[in-house]
């Protein structure tokens, strides 16, 4: 019986260490054999250096984490990604994450990546007869459906007291849209940055309207699928902070920064150098101040029927991530 009891308690203290080993390896192995999934627009910026410099793969590689990336056009496509679980990061604009959210996908914002009051514009052609918003009624215009340039355009037809039916809308992608801009096949554009500054730098095409001037905001975030989050918590704050090495090089690597953007988009120096300068790259909790800016433009889509359902966009928020992230990051 004795030897019966102590075989017993011993059996017992091998399957609970064991047990406990295999739950450690388990918990520090979450991440083996993972692919992240990250989506990058036509932008110039932090995502775009760690890209070109290998900073995801480097940071991930001693945790056998794999990272995938795939270019898109614009934000909502990026969405779409996200719905079908074929992406896992992205960064978009205020339009976007609220078609999202009204249509039920799960995602989260992790982080603030820019303000966006110079994010966004409405261009005419240098010769162009249109000055003031009022002269657009009956134009065509080109923009990307439920990109943060759709959300600026229907804001600027408010202003203008016209309705989207007072105008030709036209969408098209970013790449669709410069040609159809670059030869009058289109009256105006509504689109961001570096687009703008292309245009204005290299064609003086004039800026009809920007966000500062409406008095808005064209936010840009930092989002991630719910699920993957929830999965992989340890790689979702690493993401953000291999963004803000990123950020922090190209602040005090100006010059070398914009040669590599440049290069990596077939871009002059000058056209790179003022689409930073004119819409700085942040990364930082997501404010009180940026929810409500992001409920007035939720809002406003509503009442104008682009979106179906009333949101509240403060329930999408989720700050632990790049929090935890700067915590890491020396002198944070």
């Not at 670059?182 to 003086?204: G, R, T």
């Not at 300068?277 to 009442?303: C, H």
Request: hydrophobic share 40%.
């Amino acid at each position: 019986m004795r030897k019966s009891a102590v075989f017993l308690l011993i059996f017992g203290l091998i399957f609970a260490l064991t047990g406990c080993a295999s739950g450690q390896a388990d918990g520090k192995n979450d991440d083996k054999n993972l692919t992240i999934n990250l989506g990058i627009q036509q932008d110039v910026g932090p995502l775009l250096l760690a890209k070109e410099k290998g900073l995801f793969e480097k940071a991930f590689k001693k945790d056998g984490v794999k990272v995938k990336w795939t270019e898109f056009q614009s934000g909502p496509p990026q969405i779409e990604a996200i719905s079908s679980n074929h992406l896992d990061f992205a960064t978009v604009g205020n339009s976007p994450v609220i078609s999202a959210q009204a249509a039920g996908i799960e995602f989260k914002e992790i982080s603030n990546l820019r303000t966006g009051l110079n994010a966004d514009a409405i261009l005419v052609p240098k010769n162009s007869p249109l000055h003031s918003l009022k002269d657009l009624k009956g134009k065509k215009i080109a923009v990307a459906k439920g990109s943060s340039g759709f959300n600026l355009l229907y804001r600027a037809l408010q202003k203008a007291g016209l309705k989207d039916t007072d105008v030709q809308i036209i969408q098209l992608q970013p790449d669709e849209a410069q040609a159809a801009f670059n030869s009058n096949k289109v009256d105006a554009w509504a689109i961001w940055e570096p687009f703008i500054s292309y245009e204005v730098l290299k064609d003086q095409a004039r800026q009809l309207t920007t966000e500062k001037q409406l008095g808005t905001f064209s936010p840009s975030f930092f989002i991630a699928r719910s699920a993957f989050t929830t999965e992989h918590p340890e790689a979702t704050a690493k993401v953000l902070k291999v963004y803000e090495q990123a950020r922090e090089w190209e602040k005090h690597h100006f010059n070398q920064s914009v040669a590599i953007y440049a290069k990596a988009k077939n871009l002059d120096k000058e056209v790179v150098a003022r689409a930073l300068k004119v819409n700085p790259s942040l990364n930082q909790p997501i404010s009180a101040n940026i929810i409500k800016a992001q409920q007035e433009s939720a809002d406003f889509q509503y009442a104008k029927k682009i979106i179906n359902t009333k949101i509240d966009t403060s329930k999408v928020v989720d700050n632990q991530y790049i929090k935890k992230a700067l915590k890491k990051i020396k002198g944070r």
